[in-house]
């Protein structure tokens, strides 16, 4: 019997989980988006990734949450301003055995999952995409992810074991932890020293970093992260 995962969200990061895990014969996958030309192109021509990886996967793709089966996993990856509303639309999907696992950017999004769902997987991801048009994504980087237990909802690791087996074996390298906090902060730190600081000068991240007073208000801010998590009890990842 198949496996049936569905993925929350099919923009870019979405899609290149989709696409890969649609790629195994014992998985079925089902992928929910609000873009009705992006589900059209799918379920039309398929899903095409191009670039790091390249290949047409077929899959259900709709923008109605009610055409959507029971499913074992879901794989929650909108922007983290959609999670709840996302999770009010598909939350019927996952039942008593189910678990939903988050690749989200930030924090707080296993917290509003877990309203919903009994069992969440903690997990950030470094694998990187953009939307080319609808139906068909680029695949930028083929990075790592990092999954694990939600400690508050006592999530088996098993489920956590079997979700990063089956993305792993459809080509995305999904390590498996007891605790992926520092994995996630380690993400966050980055985002939350890099990002503002390129969006307010304009400048991508390599050259802000040569630049001494960027650099220095880089490392600035990924001490003051650092601090935080060891506050926390956090040990970041690498």
Same mark, same amino acid.
């Given at each position: 019997?198949?496996?049936?995962?569905?993925?929350?969200?099919?923009?870019?990061?979405?899609?290149?989980?989709?696409?890969?895990?649609?790629?195994?014969?014992?998985?079925?996958?089902?992928?929910?988006?609000?873009?009705?030309?992006?589900?059209?192109? @799918?379920?039309?021509?398929?899903?095409?990734?191009? #670039? !790091?990886?390249?290949? *047409? +996967?077929?899959?259900?793709?709709? $923008?109605? /949450?009610?055409?959507?089966?029971?499913?074992?996993?879901?794989? @929650?990856?909108?922007?983290?301003?959609?999670?709840? #509303? !996302?999770?009010?639309? *598909? +939350?019927?999907?996952?039942?008593? $055995?189910? /678990?939903?696992?988050?690749?989200?950017?930030?924090?707080?999004?296993?917290?509003?999952?877990?309203?919903?769902?009994?069992?969440?997987?903690?997990? *950030?991801?470094?694998?990187?995409?953009?939307?080319?048009?609808?139906?068909?994504?680029?695949?930028?980087?083929?990075?790592?992810?990092?999954?694990?237990?939600?400690?508050?909802?006592?999530?088996?690791?098993?489920?956590?074991?079997?979700?990063?087996?089956?993305?792993?074996?459809?080509?995305?390298?999904?390590?498996?932890?007891?605790?992926?906090?520092?994995?996630?902060?380690?993400?966050?730190?980055?985002?939350?020293?890099?990002?503002?600081?390129?969006?307010?000068?304009?400048?991508?991240?390599?050259?802000?970093?040569?630049?001494?007073?960027?650099?220095?208000?880089?490392?600035?801010?990924?001490?003051?992260?650092?601090?935080?998590?060891?506050?926390?009890?956090?040990?970041?990842?690498?």
């Amino acid at each position: 019997m198949s496996t049936k995962v569905c993925i929350v969200g099919c923009g870019a990061i979405g899609s290149l989980f989709g696409a890969h895990l649609a790629k195994l014969p014992d998985v079925e996958v089902h992928a929910y988006d609000v873009s009705k030309e992006h589900t059209k192109a @799918i379920n039309e021509r398929g899903l095409r990734i191009s #670039g !790091a990886a390249d290949f *047409t +996967a077929k899959l259900h793709a709709t $923008s109605d /949450a009610k055409e959507i089966p029971p499913c074992e996993f879901g794989i @929650i990856a909108t922007k983290s301003t959609h999670t709840r #509303g !996302a999770m009010e639309q *598909t +939350a019927h999907v996952f039942g008593e $055995s189910s /678990a939903v696992c988050s690749v989200q950017n930030g924090l707080g999004n296993e917290e509003i999952i877990a309203e919903h769902v009994k069992y969440v997987i903690r997990g *950030t991801t470094f694998p990187a995409g953009h939307v080319i048009e609808p139906g068909h994504v680029g695949f930028d980087i083929n990075g790592d992810t990092w999954i694990g237990p939600y400690e508050p909802t006592k999530t088996p690791y098993a489920m956590v074991e079997k979700l990063a087996e089956l993305i792993t074996r459809g080509g995305m390298k999904v390590i498996p932890l007891q605790d992926v906090r520092g994995a996630q902060w380690t993400k966050l730190i980055f985002n939350a020293s890099t990002n503002p600081v390129g969006a307010l000068t304009l400048l991508h991240h390599g050259a802000a970093t040569r630049l001494a007073p960027t650099g220095a208000l880089f490392n600035a801010l990924i001490a003051e992260g650092g601090a935080v998590a060891k506050a926390l009890g956090i040990t970041l990842h690498g």
